[in-house]
């Protein structure tokens, strides 16, 4: 079975804007802890974008999924009781 691109594919994008947001919020964070001109934490803000990413995709892929499964059902549902 191939996956619906109409599902995969708004969960990659919003997905990488949240694991964009993640790493960009905890590398600011990093940087307001150090002295001026601090280089952040790029290694655990990467981990934490990385994880926000498989997150966030995984959970919106979920509702996406169920989402479309209850929209085929009504209408399948729907034509058997006009026909």
Request: include cysteine.
């Amino acid at each position: 079975m191939k996956p619906n691109p109409y599902l995969v594919i708004p969960s990659l994008v919003l997905g990488a804007l949240v694991g964009w947001m993640g790493f960009v919020i905890t590398n600011v964070s990093c940087r307001a802890d150090q002295p001026a001109p601090a280089p952040g934490c790029p290694l655990t803000a990467s981990l934490i974008g990385i994880g926000a990413f498989i997150v966030a995709s995984a959970g919106l892929l979920v509702v996406l999924a169920l989402t479309a499964r209850s929209i085929a059902e009504y209408r399948q549902e729907r034509d058997q009781q006009e026909g």
